[in-house]
């Protein structure tokens, strides 16, 4: 006990039988010593019985080696533990590096994520700066906007030379252009910063809503029937939708069609697709440049033309729009000429 105060073994061998005190007494208390808690004690013993050996192990020994020993066995069971003794300090070793590794790793994931969360924040506010600069440029452009279309519409009323006449009209034109696109700014902004706010969700059948929209467009718009034309292809399936939103979507489409078919009729046709409704809008036109249908897609480029450069703004505004519907526009060309819409709804059971 007093060699234990100044020096550290690597292992113990005790007998259990000592003139001044038991071994299970010397063992308790050099275990008592933190320093000492993982260093192995073997008892040498002639006491095998049950009992003596249960008293070694509860007093804190490893292993016990009975009297009379051969040394090539006493050898081998101190060789053993102090193999293990190494085995335990080096696991030990590697778990509290392995431990440090944890919290370096911790700390850096802790500061990465404290970055990302700055960083979220920033670009939230720049988002929202920049929408409401869009919102605001867009609000400020319509009240001069209004002044001018009303003024171009006084001096139309007037008997002008055609050259004056030719200015006004393209006056009019790139007027009611600019209005178109201060509005849809207005709209996608909207959307963007307050879309769920703004969204009045529904569940309906989509072939009656159809049905009634495109009743209600060919009276509003003055369309014959045979210029538009509606197949319903698959009856109550029902979509979940703001039925406002979707009216506009539509109109997009089928106003663009209408302006490129050719003088051919324009047809709406639904059909089902595994667990999505299927709304196409097929028209005899040109067809779009390859360009739109790469970029279909993504944000609104305005260096991509389609038609006329107003369908960018108007694509991007229909897709936000369904994007809330958790549907998606994909836009292709038939081989046989014209172009094919299709505005994918998930079912809603």
């Known amino acids: 006990l007093e060699w234990t105060e100044n020096a ?27 320093r000492y808690k993982d260093v192995p004690v073997i ?12 008293k070694a192990f509860d007093a804190g020994g490893v292993d016990y080696v009975s009297k009379p020993f051969r040394p090539e ?22 778990n509290a590096h392995l431990e440090e590794k944890v919290r370096e790793r911790t700390r850096q994931l802790q500061e990465a994520n ?8 920033d670009l939230q506010e720049l988002d929202a700066t920049k929408n409401d600069f869009l919102h605001m440029v867009s609000h400020e452009l ?24 030719g200015y006004l009209e393209i006056l009019d034109i790139s007027t009611r252009r600019l209005e178109r696109f201060s509005y849809q700014a207005l709209n996608i902004s909207e959307l963007q910063t307050r879309g769920s706010k703004v969204m009045k969700m529904k569940i309906f059948s989509l072939s009656d809503f159809l049905k009634d929209f ?26 979940e939708a703001d039925p406002g939103y979707l009216k506009k979507v539509l109109s997009i489409f089928i106003e663009n069609a209408l302006e490129y078919a050719a003088h051919q009729p324009v047809q709406l046709r639904l059909t089902k ?15 779009f440049p390859e360009t739109m249908l790469q970029e279909s897609m993504h944000s ?44 994918v709804f998930p079912v809603k059971n």
């Open 73 to 94: 066995e006493l050898l081998a069971r101190v060789a053993t533990h102090l193999e293990l003794k190494q085995r335990r300090e080096e696991l030990k070793e590697l």
């Open 300 to 343: 609104y480029k305005p260096g991509i033309e389609h038609k006329d450069q107003k369908t960018g703004l108007n694509l991007r505004f229909a897709q936000i729009i369904m994007q809330h519907f958790k549907g998606e526009i994909q836009l292709s060309n038939a081989r046989e000429g014209g172009a094919i819409v299709r505005m």
């Open 273 to 287: 697709e595994k667990e999505k409704l299927v709304c196409l809008v097929l028209d005899h036109g040109p067809g």
């Open 214 to 239: 495109i009743q209600q467009y060919r009276e509003e718009k003055a369309v014959p029937e045979d210029t538009l034309l509606f197949d319903p292809g698959v009856e109550s399936a029902l979509v």
């Open 142 to 165: 319509r009240t001069p906007l209004n002044g001018i279309l009303g003024g171009v519409e006084l001096l139309k009323m007037h008997d002008f030379p055609e050259d004056i006449k």
């Open 43 to 54: 008892f040498l013993t002639a006491k095998t019985d049950t009992e003596s050996l249960a």
């Open 8 to 34: 550290l073994f690597d292992l113990i061998l005790m007998d259990i039988m000592m003139p001044d005190i038991s071994g299970y007494e010397a063992c308790r208390k050099i275990k008592e010593k933190n």
């Open 114 to 121: 404290a970055k990302l969360s700055i960083a979220l924040k």
